[in-house]
C-alpha cells in the first residue's frame, strides 16, 4: 500500500512538473518572434535591453517611469543640441528684455498620438499640472521662479518668471517632468502627480505593446510631425543583470547596448575585443571630479591642496581603473558644454613638488617615515564614496595608495547611496566624489552647487577667501540676458576654482555604446537623458 | 489530527507578529531613510521641505509605536498598503508576481525530486563504485558553486555556444528550463546526498534482514520498503528548504529577467519600499511555516511510525 503511495507520490511530482511547463508554455503566445533580433529580417527592429520596466510613462513624475520610454513618446518645447538649444515644439521663442518673459510660438502641425492637435492651451495645461506638485519639481530652478503661465491663443504660449533665469530654457530641455501629455492622457480631475490614463505624447514612437517586467514595443507615432523614424519597431526587453544583458547580446538577442551603467567596462573591453560588434564611445558627457573640503581645517590651506592634486598620478589611474573608458580629465566641466571653454593648465603628477608643498604647511614627515604630523595632530583625511560604485571605490583605493607615498594617511569609506546623498547634504565628509551632471543641466547645474549648500560642493568651498566674490558672479551669470557677461563671469568663476584646487577634475565620463553591424545611423544623443533611437537604421 | 493541524496553524500567528516587529526594527534602525531613498531613486535633490512631504505622505512622521500598530492593524486586514515607489497597490502588484516565482520554484522542487531520487538510489545501491563517487563530486559541486555563477555557466555554454535555449526572459517551456535547473541544482545535491545516507542506514534495519531471510527480492525490498522510509527526510528537508529555495529564487529570477517576486523584493529593498518589504516578509513566513507543517503532515502519512509512536506516547 505505502509503495503504491510513493509511486503515486512520484507519479504527483511528475504530472506538476508538466503542468508548469505546460503553463509556461501556456503564455508563450506573446511577442517572441517579434524581440528576436535574429527573427526580425521582415519587419526592422531594433531590440535593446534595460535594466527595469519603463513603467507607468508619466511625463511629469520620476521613477519608476524611465527616462528611455519617457524620451520616446514626449518631446520638450525645445531641444539640447551640440551644445545649442534648438526648436522642438516650440518653433521660436522671444525673451523680454528684463529677462523674465519668455513667449513661445508653438508649432502648429503637430499631433498627439492619438489623433487630436498640440496647442498652446495643452502646453499650459501641462506646465499647470508641473506646477501642482510644485514641491517635488523644485530641484529645477526654474519651477520656483513660475509666476504665470498663459495660452495666448493656439499657438502662442507665454511664460512669466519671477526674476530673470537664463537656464529656464535648458529647464524646458530636460526629458522630465516639462513635457507634454495629450488630452485624453489626463486624469479627470487633471492632476498628473497621482497618475495617467494614458502615455499619449507627441514624440516618434508610441507604446504599442506592453508585458509589465518583461518587454515593451515601441513602434512609429503615425502622426508624428517630424522626420519619421527609420526602423519599424524598437523592443525594449527588461534585463535586471548586466552579465545577463552581455550575454543575451552574444547570443543574439540584442541589437544595441546603450544606457549608463548598462554593462560593466570590462564588459565592453570584451565585446570589443571580439572584433564583431561595433563599440563607440561618446564625447565626454560629464567630469568626475574629487571634492576637498575646505571646512576641514587640514584642506583649508591650499598647499595641501595643491599637494594632494599633484600627488597622484591622475593618468594612470583613470586609464587602470576605466580601463581608458574614462579620460584624464584637466577641467571641473567638460569644455564642449556652453560657458565652460576655459583655458587651465593641467596640474602636472610632481610626487616631489607636492613633498615641498607640504613641508611647506608645515607638515612634517617623522624620522622613520610615514604619516606627516603638524602640532602633533597626523595627516589623516577620510574619503568617502558610494559603495556600489566601483570605479569609485578602485579610485579610492588608488589615491589612498598614491598619497600614503606623500605621507597622507587616508581612510577609505563606502557607503550605501542614501547614507551618502545624506552625509553630503550635512557637509560630513573631508573629500568626496562629485560627478558634473551634464547637458542639458551644466552649467547651471554645477553652478547653483556651487551657490547653493546641500548639493555637496557650496558648504565644501566655505573656507575660500573668495567665495562671496564666487557666489556674487554666479548670480550675476545666472540673472544677466548678456550672453557674453555671463561667460566672462562663469569663466571667472571656473578658473578661480581650478586655482584653488578644492575641486580637483579626475576623469570626463563617456556614454558607451555596442552595437551590431546592421545597426546604422547610430548617433549618440547631445542630451545625457535621451537615447539614440530617433535616427538609428537597420540595415 | 485535526486539533494538531488547528494548533499548528495557530502558532504561525505568533511568529507572523514576531517576525513584523523584527523587521519593523531592523529598517527603522538602519541608516536610510525611505523617503530619502524615494527621492534619490527619482534623482531629486533632498530638499528639506520635500523630505518632510514624503514623509508624512508615507506616515514615517508618526510616533514609531504608532506606526507599528497601524502596519500591525494593516497586516491583519492582509491590507499591505500601496507601494512607495509605483505608488500602485502592493497586493495587486504581487499577485500578478506571484504566480511566476511559483511557477519557478515548484518545477524547481518538481525536478529536485526527480532527479535527486534515482540519484540517491543508485549512489547507495552502487555504494563506494564508479557511479557512487561521480555524484558525490556532482552533489559537492552543486551544494557549494553559487548559484548566480552557476546561471551564468549554463547560459554560457547552454545558451550562447550551443544555442538549445533562451539566454532569458519568460514566455515559454525553453524558458523554464534553465532558471529550474540553477535554482533545482543545489537542491538536488543536498537531496542525493540525503538519499543516499538514508537508504544506506534503512538497508541496516532489521525488517529489511527479515525480508531478505524471507526471500523477497532485492528490487522489491528497495522500492517497496526502503525507499518509501527513505524519502521521509527528503519531505521534512523540502518544507525547511523552502526558505532557501526563495532566497535562491531572489538570484535566479535577478539573473534570468523573471519577471517574479523576488525581483521585485529586490527592488522594494534598494529602495526602501517597506509596505512592499513587509508583504514580501508577511507572505515568506507563512509559506516557510505553512511548508513545514504541510511536510510534517506529509511524513505522517509516509511512514506510520511517527503517528504510531505519537499514540504511543499519548496513551
Not at chain 1, 484 to 493: P, Q
Not at chain 2, 293 to 311: C, M, S
Amino acid at each position: 500500500m505505502f509503495a503504491s503511495k510513493g509511486k503515486k507520490l512520484l507519479q504527483g511530482l511528475l504530472v506538476l512538473l508538466v503542468i508548469s511547463m505546460v503553463a509556461a508554455g501556456c503564455s508563450s503566445n506573446n511577442t517572441e518572434k517579434s524581440a528576436d533580433a535574429g527573427g526580425a529580417q521582415a519587419t526592422k527592429t531594433i531590440t535593446m535591453a534595460w535594466p527595469r520596466d519603463i513603467g507607468p510613462m508619466n511625463p511629469h513624475l520620476y521613477n519608476p517611469s524611465q527616462l528611455l520610454a519617457q524620451s520616446m513618446i514626449y518631446e520638450p518645447l525645445v531641444s539640447y543640441q551640440d551644445g545649442k538649444l534648438v526648436p522642438a515644439l516650440a518653433e521660436s521663442w522671444t525673451l523680454s528684455p528684463d529677462g523674465k518673459v519668455y513667449t513661445f510660438k508653438i508649432r502648429s502641425n503637430v499631433k498627439f498620438s492619438d489623433g487630436t492637435a498640440f496647442n498652446a492651451q495643452l502646453v499650459k495645461k501641462n506646465m499647470d499640472a508641473v506646477l501642482h506638485n510644485k514641491k517635488l519639481h523644485t530641484w529645477l530652478g526654474m519651477i520656483p521662479l513660475i509666476e504665470k503661465t498663459e495660452a495666448l491663443d493656439d499657438t502662442t504660449f507665454r511664460l512669466t518668471l519671477t526674476e530673470s533665469y537664463y537656464p529656464a530654457l535648458y529647464d524646458l530641455a530636460v526629458v522630465r517632468p516639462v513635457r507634454f501629455l495629450g488630452e485624453a492622457g489626463f486624469p479627470e480631475d487633471g492632476d498628473t502627480s497621482k497618475g495617467i490614463r494614458s502615455p499619449i505624447g507627441t514624440g516618434p514612437w508610441v507604446l504599442s505593446e506592453y508585458k509589465k517586467d518583461e518587454s515593451a514595443t515601441f513602434t512609429p507615432n503615425p502622426y508624428y510631425w517630424g522626420e519619421k523614424p527609420k526602423v519599424d519597431k524598437v523592443v525594449v526587453k527588461v534585463i535586471p543583470d548586466a552579465e545577463t544583458r552581455v550575454l543575451s547580446f552574444e547570443k543574439g538577442d540584442l541589437d544595441l547596448i546603450y544606457g549608463e551603467g548598462l554593462i560593466s567596462y570590462d564588459a565592453y573591453k570584451e565585446l570589443e575585443s571580439t572584433g564583431k560588434y561595433v563599440t563607440k564611445l561618446s564625447e565626454p558627457i560629464a567630469t568626475r571630479n574629487l571634492v576637498l573640503n575646505t571646512m576641514n581645517a587640514k584642506l583649508a590651506d591650499l598647499k595641501v591642496r595643491q599637494a594632494l592634486s599633484m600627488g597622484f598620478n591622475k593618468e594612470a589611474m583613470v586609464e587602470g581603473v576605466t580601463l581608458g573608458l574614462e579620460e584624464k580629465a584637466d577641467n571641473i566641466l567638460p569644455p564642449n558644454l556652453p560657458y565652460a571653454n576655459i583655458k587651465v593648465s593641467p596640474v602636472k603628477y610632481d610626487v616631489e613638488q607636492a613633498n615641498v608643498l607640504l613641508d611647506e604647511a608645515g607638515w612634517k614627515l617623522p624620522s622613520g617615515g610615514g604619516v606627516r604630523e603638524k602640532d602633533g595632530q597626523a595627516l589623516e583625511l577620510e574619503l568617502m564614496y558610494d559603495k556600489a560604485d566601483l570605479t569609485m571605490k578602485a579610485m579610492a583605493e588608488t589615491l589612498q595608495a598614491e598619497w600614503a607615498g606623500i605621507g597622507v594617511n587616508l581612510k577609505i569609506t563606502g557607503v550605501e547611496l542614501t547614507v551618502y546623498i545624506q552625509r553630503r547634504k550635512a557637509n560630513e565628509f573631508d573629500m568626496n566624489f562629485y560627478s558634473t551632471f551634464g547637458a542639458p543641466y551644466d552649467p547651471h547645474s554645477f553652478m547653483t552647487a556651487v551657490l547653493q549648500p546641500g548639493y555637496g560642493v557650496s558648504d565644501t568651498l566655505a573656507a575660500l577667501p573668495m567665495k562671496a566674490e564666487i557666489d556674487k558672479k554666479i548670480k550675476e551669470g545666472m540673472a544677466t540676458t548678456d550672453d557674453k557677461a555671463r561667460t566672462g563671469l562663469f569663466g571667472s568663476v571656473l578658473t578661480t576654482l581650478q586655482e584653488q584646487s578644492s575641486i580637483l577634475p579626475i576623469s570626463y565620463i563617456k556614454q558607451m555604446a555596442v552595437y551590431r553591424d546592421n545597426v546604422a545611423e547610430f548617433k549618440f544623443p547631445s542630451n545625457r537623458d535621451e537615447y539614440p533611437l530617433h535616427g538609428i537604421e537597420k540595415k | 489530527m485535526g486539533v494538531y493541524i488547528g494548533k499548528r496553524v495557530l502558532a504561525i500567528i505568533p511568529i507572523i507578529l514576531f517576525s513584523t516587529l523584527l523587521m519593523f526594527v531592523m529598517i527603522r534602525v538602519g541608516p536610510v531613510d525611505p523617503a530619502e531613498a524615494y527621492l534619490a531613486a527619482a534623482h531629486i535633490q533632498p530638499d528639506d521641505e520635500v523630505l518632510a512631504a514624503k514623509r508624512h505622505e508615507f506616515g514615517l512622521d508618526q510616533p514609531l509605536l504608532t506606526q507599528y500598530i497601524q502596519s500591525v492593524g494593516r497586516l491583519l486586514r492582509l491590507d499591505f498598503g500601496h507601494s512607495y515607489l509605483s505608488n500602485m497597490p502592493v497586493w495587486g502588484e504581487v499577485a500578478q508576481k506571484l504566480p511566476t516565482t511559483l511557477q519557478l520554484a515548484s518545477a524547481s522542487i518538481v525536478l529536485a525530486l526527480v532527479v535527486s531520487i534515482p540519484l540517491g538510489v543508485l549512489a547507495a545501491i552502487y555504494k563506494n563504485r564508479l557511479i557512487d563517487h561521480v555524484i558525490r563530486v556532482f552533489a559537492y559541486i552543486g551544494a557549494c558553486v553559487p548559484v548566480f555563477w552557476i546561471g551564468y555557466l549554463l547560459m554560457f555554454f547552454i545558451s550562447v555556444k550551443l544555442e538549445w535555449l533562451p539566454v532569458e526572459g519568460r514566455g515559454s517551456v525553453q524558458h523554464l528550463i534553465l532558471p529550474s535547473i540553477t535554482l533545482a541544482l543545489w537542491l538536488i545535491a543536498i537531496y542525493a546526498r540525503l538519499l543516499r545516507t538514508t537508504v544506506l542506514e534503512e538497508l541496516k534495519e532489521a525488517y529489511v534482514r527479515y525480508a531478505r531471510a524471507r526471500g523477497i527480492k532485492e528490487r522489491v525490498i528497495l522500492y517497496k520498503y526502503v525507499l518509501r522510509i527513505a524519502i521521509a527526510p527528503l519531505i521534512t528537508g523540502l518544507g525547511i528548504n523552502l526558505g532557501k529555495l526563495l532566497t535562491g529564487a531572489i538570484i535566479v529570477e535577478q539573473v534570468f529577467s523573471w519577471p517574479g517576486f523576488g525581483r521585485y523584493f529586490i527592488e522594494a529593498i534598494i529602495n526602501r519600499d517597506i509596505p512592499v518589504i513587509q508583504c514580501y516578509v508577511m507572505l515568506s513566513v507563512c509559506v516557510i511555516a505553512g511548508s513545514n507543517l504541510i511536510a510534517d503532515l506529509l511524513q505522517l502519512f509516509l511512514d506510520p511510525r511517527i503517528a504510531r509512536k505519537g499514540r504511543a506516547s499519548q496513551g
